[in-house]
């Protein structure tokens, strides 16, 4: 499999990220994803299954400034020997990372609102607890934190829908945070870009992680999609883009199963230009 440079205007590589990040894996239906998935690919899968997820980050400093970042991850491809995540769609709410994404990776990136606030919620008493509270044997429960990520589309020319993603994931517990360990590892996660109106070629790059991780609990993923009142009679356009958008959210989010989620601190992520593969085996 020979391969190639590929080179751009923006600046020189490699390209450091610094900041926070959750990684998120769900076993997803193949017959679901396939559909976002380069039919000459040859998906990973075990029982009609794949591994698909999403890939939140927080960048607090990179080339173009801080911004935030949501890959969703389709499946695991093997169009060679070896296997991939494939990444079926990227949000990001800054013009210049998106502008990168596309003219140097082909990834099919858009531009995006993220609004994230805070909450917490304190899971009822059982009645043994409420028993033992009463008669001053109980203690009080810790109440749960939670960040909640809202993405809001940024409708661009030619889009006739819009859409809601909602990312509630478990924040972690101050009160108990100094008892956990939280190693710093190092990582290598190769990917494949490309084959987009941006790049049509078949594009391989890989991300240097070094970071402090562990495991948490997995989000919980909510979507809502909201179609202009006047396209509502059009059902026949179920293959336009925000249609697609809308199955790829569904299908790989919030219908499939979550796995693990798996959060990095402290995180420093090394890019360098991708390669371009001019022959797949």
Sequence with gaps: MDVVMVTS??????????????????????????????????????????MGGFFLANYEESPFGAFDELVIIAAIVKPDRSSRAWAAKVLVNSDEARDHGRKVFGLPSQVANFIKKKSKVISPQSKAEGFLNINGLGFSKLPNNYKDTQIREIKEEGAPNSWNLDIKS???????????????????????????EYNPHLLEYTCQIETRVRVVGTSKISEQFTPRYEECEFSEHQNSPAADMKNLMIETLENSKPLIAVEFNSMKMTVDSPTMVSKCQ
């Design 9 to 50: 205007g923006f600046e020189k590589p490699p390209w450091i990220f610094k900041g926070s990040a959750v990684y998120q894996i769900h076993s997803v239906r193949v017959d679901s994803v396939r559909p976002f998935i380069p039919k000459e690919f040859k998906v990973v899968q075990n029982f009609g299954y794949t």
């Design 170 to 196: 478990k924040a972690p517990n101050l009160e108990l945070n100094r008892f956990s360990i939280n190693p710093r590892i190092k990582l290598s996660l190769t990917s494949l870009s490309g084959l987009t």
